[in-house]
Nanobody, 122 residues
Framework: QVQLVESGGGLVQAGGSLRLSCAAS????????MGWFRQAPGKEREFVAA????????YYADSVKGRFTISRDNAKNTVYLQMNSLKPTDTAVYYC???????????????WGQGTQVTVSS
């Protein structure tokens, strides 16, 4: 079984930055793609970014492209989401998740963290 734990959320002003971290249990982290999703109140959980097992490929939602960067450190069993130029519309609970290969589709992710709140004030 895989356990994922997000951290790094908080309250920031528009234009600010945050870095989210997701720590994974087990020794098989390097075998899997990882993704970040977010869910705002009253909205569906939406794709944000994904990264392949070796970090060679990344996908981004159009809404965050150029502002967010996904990365991973397999030696630390950790995936990151660097968020710059934050906007109030980025406010959501952010979740990390694990898939067998890089994908944007929610149903392809089989393990999920508990989420971390990101709030961006105007």
């Amino acid at each position: 079984q895989v356990q994922l734990v997000e951290s790094g959320g908080g309250l920031v002003q528009a234009g600010g930055s945050l870095r989210l971290s997701c720590a994974a249990s087990g020794r098989t982290f390097s075998n899997y793609a990882m993704g970040w999703f977010r869910q705002a109140p009253g909205k569906e959980r939406e794709f944000v970014a994904a990264i392949s097992w070796d970090g060679s490929s990344t996908y981004y939602a159009d809404s965050v492209k150029g502002r967010f960067t996904i990365s991973r450190d397999n030696a630390k069993n950790t995936v990151y989401l660097q968020m710059n130029s934050l906007k109030p519309t980025d406010t959501a609970v952010y979740y990390c998740a694990q898939a067998n290969s890089i994908t944007i589709w929610r149903n392809d992710y089989h393990y999920w963290g508990q989420g971390t709140q990101v709030t961006v004030s105007s």
